[in-house]
Each structure stands twice: as C-alpha cells, then as structure tokens.
C-alpha cells in the first residue's frame, strides 16, 4: 500500500520528514492558491445577496462596510425594517462620522405597525434614499439591511428594485440582506451567501442580549 | 373552496379588505414573536461559532465586535492566520482606540511560510494571547479569527481549546471563525452558523478587491 502523504522520507529523522513533508504539501497548496488568483483578473462593483435563516445576515454586511471604512472609503446603510431595539452598531458606526450616511426607514414597518399603506409608503420612501445614494459616486459601498422583506411582502416593486440593481454605477458594491431572497435577485447578484442555523441558543431559552442580537 | 387568507371580507372596499387582512395577520405574527421572545430568560455568554465554505465567516464576526463597540464595551481579536494582505478592517477598529485588542500571530501561519516549526509555535503564541484576554474580565467578545484552522491543521491541542473555551467567565462572548469546524467545538457552542456558497464571482473571474475581500 502506498500512502503519498506518509512516504517515508529515508534516512531523515522523524521531525525533519515531518517538516519536509509540511513544506512540500504547503508549497503544492500555495502554487494552486497563485494560480487561482493570478486567473482572476475582473474588478467590478458586486451586487451581493446574504440570505437564509441563520445569523449574521447583517452582521456580515456591516463587517464589510466596516472594512471598507477602514479603506478610507464612504458607505451607506438604508434599512428598511426597524424594530423597536435600539441596535449598536449605528452607535459603533457614529465614529467614522460623516463616511457613514445612515437611512433608518421612519418608524419602519415590522408586525409591529400593522397598517398596511403605512408601511408601503415607508418602503417607498427609503427605497427613494437607495435610489439617490446609489446617484452619489462619492459611495462605495451600500448596505440594504432587510430589502429581502420589504420584496418578500411586495412591499416594493421587485422588477423595479433588481432593475435599479443592476444599472448601479461601475465600481458600487451593493450588499442586500434578509431571509427568503427572491430568485430574480439572486439571479441578478454576483455573489450569494446563504446563513444556514447548525445550532441556535434561541432554542435552548437563551434571550437575545446586548451587543449580539441588537 | 376555502382560502382563508383570501376570504372576503363581506361590504367593504378591497382596499380596506387588504388592510384589514393584513393588520390580522401582522397582529398573529407578532402575538407569535411576543410569545417567543417572552419563553426565552436565559442570559449568557455564548461561544459563536462561524463555519463553512461561504463568505462572511469573519466579517459577521467582526460586525458583532462592532455591534458590541456600540453598546461602550471592549473587545478582543485574535487572529491565528494572516496573508500578506493589509486588511481595512483593522485600521477602522483604530477609531476605537484601547476599546479594541486586536492580536496577529506575528507572520502567521499560512502556505507562504511552509514551515511546520515557526507555524506552530505562531499559534501556540496566538492562544497564550487568548487565554490572557480570556481571563480579562473588561473583554466583553472576543474574536478568534480563524481559529478552525489552526485546529484542522492540529496546531493547537483540540481538547485543549474546547476545553479552555466552555471554562470561559460568564457573560464572556467568544466568536470562533474558519471553515471545518471540528465537531467536538460545534457541540460546545451555542451558536453555529453554516456559511454556505450559492454563487461566488470568483468562480466569474472577478478578482479580491479592497474593501470586500481585504
């Protein structure tokens, strides 16, 4: 039986062929790892969708925003629902002062409102506000924290809202977030991830806490 | 037949129909969301872990750092690989100033260094780090960047980290990133998302760019 990865390596002691091995199976990996990259070559604005049911949806997309500040670059956050927790990470992003532009949808629409028309008009509103910062070249990066509800609802007009997507400015990275993303826009994204739940603490009675569900 | 969420609602306009179906079931959804929230009392410090192929394994980590930076408390980051990229994420936690711990095992051990001894003695360094923030009882989260990959690589002692991590202080928060997380820490955690890959650019040519993947 030949095992390639545990070939002896004769007349080396132990710790020497282990290393030997190591480097050789390191130096493999990092000629692939060139390769993939030297073949990648297209630099262009992503439209990214982060959906599913697990956690960090929005977190994910504020951690690249956070990124992207951290790159000396503007962004902008519109979220289109607003529950009734005041959440951290409008407080975290206050430091980079005027680089954040923030657009939390009026009083928002969740089950909490209950009022049909007021909601539609609160989706249309905030959707005015993805539609002039997209306009704004000094952007680079957009945020639509939970758009996937406002469409899931038929909130706003989906053939409208992927439209605009795709017609973004060269080089704006936009990042859309919530469960259930319609088929056109993952259709029309050039990156999709979706958060699946392995595990959750909600399950075994843990309330959510400050500083990680809000 | 019968649909119940298209009954007619006998002498009055469709649109006061659509609201007055809409205002029942958004009133359901939220008796139901009322009724969740109200069972769950628990409150701890969870071990989050973020696993899988897909993006945002660390970039929703380090949004829940943010989240947390804007609630006024402190946190740590440890990170146990690092590619000779400098990431944007790190200059923006300087906004925080001493309310961020950040760690990078020195060169870190990634293919580019090829060197099992230096590698291994870069994360053993990297835990000693952790085991000094763990014990820091001003850390509210910290974040172990990564930290799954040192383990696949058994640079660091399984039983070892799982067990200094479910011995971690109450109300400590620890977020464990990196793909294949071992199946001994999915049962230890809390939380564990699966990231998983719908559709990925890279596979369409498109390069990492500055503010998205670094």
Chains 1, 2 share one sequence.
Request: hydrophobic share 45%; no cysteine.
């Amino acid at each position: 039986m030949t095992d390639i990865d545990n070939k002896p390596i004769e007349g080396k002691p132990i710790e020497d062929r282990d290393e030997e091995r190591h480097r050789a199976k390191m130096a493999k990996r990092k000629a692939v790892q060139d390769a993939e990259v030297a073949a990648k070559t297209i630099e262009k604005g992503l439209l990214i969708v982060n959906t599913g049911p697990g956690k960090g949806k929005t977190t994910a997309a504020f951690g690249l925003a956070l990124r992207m500040l951290g790159h000396g670059k503007r962004v902008g956050v519109v979220q289109f629902i607003k529950g009734k927790w005041h959440t951290g990470e409008k407080d975290a992003f206050a430091a980079f002062g005027d680089r954040v532009v923030w657009h939390a949808m009026g009083e928002g629409f969740t089950w909490e409102t209950q009022d049909l028309k007021r909601d539609i008009a609160a989706a249309e509103a905030a959707w005015a506000k993805v539609l002039e910062l997209m306009a704004d070249p000094s952007i680079s990066l957009l945020v639509l924290d939970e758009l996937n509800i406002a469409l899931r609802y038929d909130y706003l007009d989906l053939d409208k809202v992927v439209g605009a997507l795709k017609a973004r400015r060269e080089g704006l990275h936009v990042v859309v977030t919530g469960r259930n993303a319609k088929p056109a826009l993952v259709e029309a994204a050039d990156l999709v991830t979706e958060m699946g739940v392995t595990k959750h603490h909600f399950s075994a009675g843990v309330k959510a806490q400050q500083g990680i569900e809000f």
